[in-house]
Each structure stands twice: as structure tokens, then as C-alpha cells.
């Protein structure tokens, strides 16, 4: 019967040692554990056992009680001071009480085994004691690790509460730089959920721009119906995300207008406003956009997904970027075979008032595409090559292929504007700049 566990055969295989003055029990010792894996080294003294322990790692030494010029228990103790991590078992013989305790006392022996011993017993002791010593090692192992890393963090607490100093001086010296750096850290995250909207409009054509104008469209409704900055920004971030929980679809599904999916893909189709929430939810400050999400596929009438909602009980921006994105989808391709035009579209999404659409977005939106002059476009498009310093894009600078170059707000300077001339020259492309008129004009 052999109850040892096999070895990790990643790992250097246990070293044990045998000391015995007798050599046939030596022998016989090497026979029954060899097999096992185990390297097995043997000294016939404790001098000899000593000087391999200077040679070798040893992770188990087993040493015979009775042997001439140093005993067992002289061998252990020495071997306790200078390897005391080496585990250290003693064979003795029925009679050796007083040597046991000596050993114990001396040699601080985990185990004595009698003589003559049981293999298995043997096998058992020798097996159990290099477990404990793997168990010990990694137990030293995680504290030190967890020391180290409680240093590191002190470390890191005093830097932090230092740099938390520093940050708090600097605030306090110079608020109005502070609210600058402010400003520009809202201005990159919106450039950032741009350039990620951007990823799901790479994987086909006719969705270049798709986002970006469905995000302006929704912002420009959530105005006109009186939403406050912060409720505008929620589902302007949403129109530009409004896409993502398509980030799964194969290139067929992307590609299929809405009419045209049926069966499986209408199913993953049904759960791509879950699939958006999920993606937001995370993020605390885009919780809002995630909830708009859930629901942007609902309908007034309560026929759309994933929950039936119907009427006010859909969140208000959601009925907004439900509209926009079929707005722009119909015109795209994207909702029916066919391109339409915009005075169809809009005629699809006015007959569609109380249905599909809140009317109140309806009426809204209405208002915004036939000439409300609170509404019109007061930009004005510039060629790069009368650029100049100081400009400001009113409009995401955007290529053909729907990447964006520059976002909306960035103030031109020489070095951008001979950037943007040296892209035009390489790509052999014409970009048109959407620009504010300077102040005044």
C-alpha cells in the first residue's frame, strides 16, 4: 500500500536526508523512497550529514538516535541552529526514552519514528512532514508578501497625502486655473465617449457619422424642451453610446436593416438596449445614459422592448433618442432597405406621432426642422487652407471614413492647422471645418 501524493513535477522534488551509521539500513532506506521521487542523499555520521547540509538544500533530515563520536540528538540540535526551516525527524529505538527527550529538548524533532519501522508508517511521517513544511513556507511566503505590500502602501498613503497637499495649495492659490483644467477634463471625456462611440461605426460604411448626429440632433430636442444642462449631457451622451450593445453583432447582423431581421439575430437584436445598460452600469456618472439606453427602443404605444413601457413611464430621453436614431437610420439605410430622404423621413417620423414617438418629442423636433429661428445653424464651413490661429471647430472635425480628427470646441493653433493640411495632402482628401464666426461678426 502506497499513500504518498504524487509530486508536482513543475517543482524541484523534495530533498531528504538519512543519517545512520549502519549502512544496510541506509540502503534499505534509499530503496523505499526513491521510487517516490524524493532525492535521497545519505551520510553514514553526523559530520558527514553536516557537511552535506552546507552543500545541499535539505527540506527533511532523519537521523539515527545511536551513532559513534555525535549522536542523533547532538546532530539535530546542530542541525536546528544553522538550517533551523530543514524538518527534522529522529529513528530510535523502543528503549531510547531518555535519548527522545534529549532529542526533543535539543534537536526541536518534529517526529521519532521506532526502529524497525513500518514502510507505510515511514512513508507516512516523511510525506505528512514535507507537507507541513510546504504549508509553513507559503504561510512565510504570504506574510512577507503582505508586509511588503503594507510598506508599500504606507508609502504610498504618505505620497498621496502629500500630492493631496500639494493639490489642496494649489487650489486654494489659483481657483480660476483650477476651473480651466476642470473644464478640460469634461471636454476629454466627451472626446473619449466619442472615440469610443466611434469603435461600433468602423465596422460598416453607411454608419460613419451615425452617432455624432444622432447625439447632436437629441441634444438640440432635449434644449428646445426645456431639460436642464445636466439632463441635456446625459442624453447627449447617450445618443453617442446608443449603439454599443450592438459591439457583439457579427458583420451580417450589423449590416441588416432593422425590417429585414428575423428569427436568432432578431433575437440578439431585442437585446442589445440590456446589453448597453450592462456595459454603462459600472460607471456611476453614466448611470443615467445607461437607464436612457434600456429603454430607447421602447414605443409611446407601448409595443416596443425590452419592457413594454409605454407613455411618461419611458424616462424622457429615451423618447428622445428614440426618434433621433430612427431619424437619421432611415436616411442611413438602416431601419428599411432603402436610403429615404429627409422630407420623407420626417414625414415618417411625424405619422408616427402617438405610435412610435412621443408627441410631444414630435413637436419638438418639428419645430427644430422647420426654421425656428432660435434654432438655426449660425456656423460657417472654412477649407483648411484659410484657417487660421485662434479659430474655434463648431463641429467634430470628421473623416470620411468617420474618424474623428479633432472635437467640437478645439482652439486651432498653427501647429494643428498644418496638421490638418499636411492629412488633407497625404490622404488627397478636401475636409471641410466647421467653425464658430469670430466674436462680434
Same mark, same amino acid.
Given at each position: 500500500?502506497?499513500?504518498?501524493?504524487?509530486?508536482?513535477?513543475?517543482?524541484?522534488p523534495p530533498s531528504v536526508l538519512f543519517v545512520d551509521d549502519e549502512p544496510n539500513i541506509l540502503a534499505s532506506l534509499r530503496r523505499l523512497f526513491r521510487p517516490l521521487g524524493y532525492k535521497v542523499l545519505t551520510a553514514e555520521s553526523g559530520a558527514a550529514g553536516l557537511l552535506l547540509l552546507e552543500? *545541499? !538544500?535539505?527540506? #527533511?533530515?532523519?537521523?539515527?538516535? &545511536?551513532?559513534?563520536?555525535?549522536?542523533? =540528538?547532538?546532530?539535530? /540540535? %546542530?542541525?536546528?541552529?544553522?538550517?533551523?526551516?530543514?524538518?527534522?525527524?529522529?529513528?530510535?529505538?523502543?528503549?531510547?526514552?531518555?535519548?527522545?527527550?534529549?532529542?526533543?529538548?535539543?534537536?526541536?524533532?518534529?517526529?521519532?519514528?521506532?526502529?524497525?519501522?513500518?514502510?507505510?508508517?515511514?512513508?507516512?511521517?516523511?510525506?505528512?512532514?514535507? *507537507? !507541513?513544511?510546504? #504549508?509553513?513556507?507559503?504561510?512565510? &511566503?504570504?506574510?512577507?508578501?503582505?508586509? =511588503?505590500?503594507?510598506? /508599500? %502602501?504606507?508609502?504610498?498613503?504618505?505620497?498621496?497625502?502629500?500630492?493631496?497637499?500639494?493639490?489642496?495649495?494649489?487650489?486654494?492659490?489659483?481657483?480660476?486655473?483650477?476651473?480651466?483644467?476642470?473644464?478640460?477634463?469634461?471636454?476629454?471625456?466627451?472626446?473619449?465617449?466619442?472615440?469610443?462611440?466611434?469603435?461600433?461605426?468602423?465596422?460598416?460604411?453607411?454608419?460613419?457619422?451615425?452617432?455624432?448626429?444622432?447625439?447632436?440632433?437629441?441634444?438640440?430636442?432635449? =434644449?428646445?424642451?426645456?431639460?436642464?444642462?445636466?439632463?441635456?449631457?446625459?442624453?447627449?451622451?447617450?445618443?453617442?453610446?446608443?449603439?454599443?450593445?450592438?459591439?457583439?453583432?457579427?458583420?451580417?447582423?450589423?449590416?441588416?436593416?432593422?425590417?429585414?431581421?428575423?428569427?436568432?439575430?432578431?433575437?440578439?437584436?431585442?437585446?442589445?438596449?440590456?446589453?448597453?445598460?450592462?456595459?454603462?452600469?459600472?460607471?456611476?456618472?453614466?448611470?443615467?445614459?445607461?437607464?436612457?439606453?434600456?429603454?430607447?427602443?421602447?414605443?409611446?404605444?407601448?409595443?416596443?422592448?425590452?419592457?413594454?413601457?409605454?407613455?411618461?413611464?419611458?424616462?424622457?430621453?429615451?423618447?428622445?433618442?428614440?426618434?433621433?436614431?430612427?431619424?437619421?437610420?432611415?436616411?442611413?439605410?438602416?431601419?428599411?432597405?432603402?436610403?429615404?430622404?429627409?422630407?420623407?423621413?420626417?414625414?415618417?417620423?411625424?405619422?408616427?406621432?402617438?405610435?412610435?414617438?412621443?408627441?410631444?418629442?414630435?413637436?419638438?423636433?418639428?419645430?427644430?426642422?422647420?426654421?425656428?429661428?432660435?434654432?438655426?445653424?449660425?456656423?460657417?464651413?472654412?477649407?483648411?487652407?484659410?484657417?487660421?490661429?485662434?479659430?474655434?471647430?463648431?463641429?467634430?472635425?470628421?473623416?470620411?471614413?468617420?474618424?474623428?480628427?479633432?472635437?467640437?470646441?478645439?482652439?486651432?493653433?498653427?501647429?494643428?492647422?498644418?496638421?490638418?493640411?499636411?492629412?488633407?495632402?497625404?490622404?488627397?482628401?478636401?475636409?471641410?471645418?466647421?467653425?464658430?464666426?469670430?466674436?462680434?461678426?
Amino acid at each position: 500500500m502506497n499513500d504518498s501524493l504524487p509530486l508536482d513535477t513543475q517543482a524541484a522534488p523534495p530533498s531528504v536526508l538519512f543519517v545512520d551509521d549502519e549502512p544496510n539500513i541506509l540502503a534499505s532506506l534509499r530503496r523505499l523512497f526513491r521510487p517516490l521521487g524524493y532525492k535521497v542523499l545519505t551520510a553514514e555520521s553526523g559530520a558527514a550529514g553536516l557537511l552535506l547540509l552546507e552543500q *545541499e !538544500r535539505i527540506d #527533511l533530515v532523519v537521523s539515527d538516535m &545511536r551513532m559513534p563520536e555525535m549522536d542523533g =540528538a547532538r546532530f539535530l /540540535e %546542530l542541525v536546528r541552529q544553522r538550517w533551523p526551516d530543514t524538518i527534522r525527524l529522529l529513528l530510535t529505538g523502543y528503549s531510547d526514552i531518555a535519548s527522545i527527550l534529549a532529542a526533543i529538548n535539543r534537536g526541536e524533532i518534529y517526529r521519532y519514528i521506532t526502529k524497525p519501522w513500518d514502510d507505510n508508517d515511514i512513508l507516512l511521517v516523511v510525506k505528512h512532514a514535507l *507537507e !507541513r513544511r510546504a #504549508l509553513e513556507q507559503e504561510k512565510d &511566503r504570504l506574510e512577507a508578501l503582505t508586509l =511588503a505590500q503594507n510598506e /508599500e %502602501l504606507k508609502a504610498l498613503n504618505l505620497s498621496l497625502e502629500a500630492k493631496v497637499a500639494e493639490r489642496t495649495a494649489e487650489l486654494l492659490a489659483s481657483r480660476d486655473a483650477t476651473l480651466d483644467v476642470n473644464n478640460k477634463l469634461k471636454r476629454n471625456f466627451i472626446t473619449t465617449i466619442k472615440i469610443f462611440s466611434s469603435m461600433i461605426e468602423m465596422r460598416g460604411g453607411n454608419l460613419a457619422g451615425h452617432s455624432r448626429r444622432v447625439a447632436d440632433l437629441v441634444r438640440r430636442i432635449a =434644449a428646445k424642451l426645456g431639460l436642464s444642462a445636466p439632463e441635456t449631457q446625459e442624453v447627449f451622451i447617450a445618443g453617442l453610446l446608443h449603439d454599443i450593445g450592438k459591439i457583439g453583432f457579427s458583420d451580417e447582423l450589423l449590416s441588416l436593416p432593422v425590417n429585414l431581421v428575423v428569427g436568432e439575430n432578431l433575437s440578439a437584436f431585442r437585446k442589445h438596449p440590456l446589453r448597453a445598460e450592462q456595459l454603462l452600469m459600472p460607471l456611476d456618472d453614466l448611470r443615467g445614459a445607461a437607464a436612457v439606453l434600456r429603454s430607447h427602443m421602447e414605443r409611446f404605444d407601448g409595443a416596443g422592448f425590452p419592457d413594454g413601457l409605454a407613455g411618461e413611464l419611458i424616462p424622457l430621453g429615451a423618447r428622445i433618442l428614440a426618434l433621433a436614431s430612427d431619424y437619421d437610420n432611415l436616411q442611413i439605410g438602416a431601419l428599411v432597405q432603402r436610403r429615404v430622404l429627409p422630407a420623407d423621413a420626417r414625414q415618417v417620423i411625424y405619422d408616427s406621432s402617438g405610435k412610435r414617438y412621443d408627441p410631444v418629442v414630435v413637436a419638438a423636433f418639428r419645430a427644430l426642422l422647420e426654421g425656428d429661428p432660435v434654432e438655426r445653424v449660425r456656423d460657417q464651413a472654412a477649407v483648411a487652407a484659410y484657417l487660421t490661429p485662434g479659430m474655434v471647430l463648431s463641429r467634430d472635425l470628421v473623416s470620411a471614413e468617420g474618424l474623428m480628427l479633432l472635437s467640437a470646441d478645439h482652439v486651432l493653433d498653427e501647429r494643428m492647422i498644418q496638421q490638418v493640411r499636411d492629412f488633407e495632402t497625404k490622404n488627397e482628401v478636401r475636409l471641410y471645418i466647421w467653425i464658430w464666426p469670430p466674436k462680434g461678426k
